[in-house]
T-cell receptor, first 117, second 115 residues
Framework: GAVVSQHPSWVICKSGTSVKIECRSLDFQATTMFWYRQFPKQSLMLMATSNEGSKATYEQGVEKDKFLINHASLTLSTLTVTSAHPEDSSFYIC?????????????FGQGTRLTVV | AQSVTQLGSHVSVSEGALVLLRCNYSSSVPPYLFWYVQYPNQGLQLLLKYTTGATLVKGINGFEAEFKKSETSFHLTKPSAHMSDAAEYFCAVSNGGGSNYKLTFGKGTLLTVNP
């Protein structure tokens, strides 16, 4: 199956700094990628839909100025957590579908564990 | 609008026993249904999916699920549990299969397998 790669897999940062997480589709093109947040022992909550070449669509309650999303190419979307605080500590996961094959399956990255100290 | 309810946040079975993880969905259009597995600190891996056609769907690792429209259910089963099946399982629904259709996840069911 198609591969989605996230980097880094884990990161520790100081409160007030910004952290960038990358999501790449390695062997397919994705005009749309999705960013999720997962708290311990909870489900995945969709944060935003990343659209190549246009603005991301954020879910209700998600601060777009805090969670900056850039989808500059068909294989790369980035999520930047700005001015991170301890409450932003979480597991962030991206996913993408292969829009050319029409495959209904969403492929997920391996996730990024963010810890803000 | 769509939603997923997974009954039982934690299911414990003995090795070799039947695994049954329950999922009920709500969707205003014919749903696409998925089961994913997540191991600790990892992303999600697709076990199986239902889009159209045969309602009994077979997936990887011996898992299968049956789409029952009348019951709005998509329960996941495996005849004989293995220790390696211990993980978190998520049921998800999508209201379409295009690249921009969103997945809505259930809260997950943690499966533990006892020796």
């Amino acid at each position: 199956g198609a591969v989605v790669s996230q980097h880094p897999s884990w990161v520790i940062c100081k409160s007030g700094t910004s952290v960038k997480i990358e999501c790449r589709s390695l062997d397919f093109q994705a005009t749309t990628m999705f960013w999720y947040r997962q708290f311990p022992k909870q489900s995945l909550m969709l944060m935003a839909t990343s659209n190549e070449g246009s603005k991301a669509t954020y879910e209700q309650g998600v601060e777009k100025d805090k969670f900056l999303i850039n989808h500059a190419s068909l294989t790369l979307s980035t999520l930047t957590v700005t001015s991170a605080h301890p409450e932003d500590s979480s597991f962030y996961i991206c996913s993408a579908r292969d829009n050319l094959s029409g495959n209904t399956e969403a492929f997920f990255g391996q996730g990024t564990r963010l810890t803000v100290v | 609008a769509q939603s997923v309810t997974q009954l039982g946040s934690h299911v414990s079975v003995s090795e070799g026993a039947l695994v049954l993880l329950r999922c009920n969905y709500s969707s205003s259009v014919p749903p696409y249904l998925f089961w994913y597995v997540q191991y600790p600190n990892q992303g999600l891996q697709l076990l199986l999916k239902y889009t159209t056609g045969a309602t009994l769907v077979k997936g990887i690792n011996g898992f299968e699920a049956e789409f029952k429209k009348s019951e709005t259910s998509f329960h996941l089963t495996k005849p004989s549990a293995h220790m390696s099946d211990a993980a978190e399982y998520f049921c998800a629904v999508s209201n379409g299969g295009g690249s921009n259709y969103k997945l809505t996840f259930g809260k997950g069911t943690l499966l533990t397998v006892n020796p």
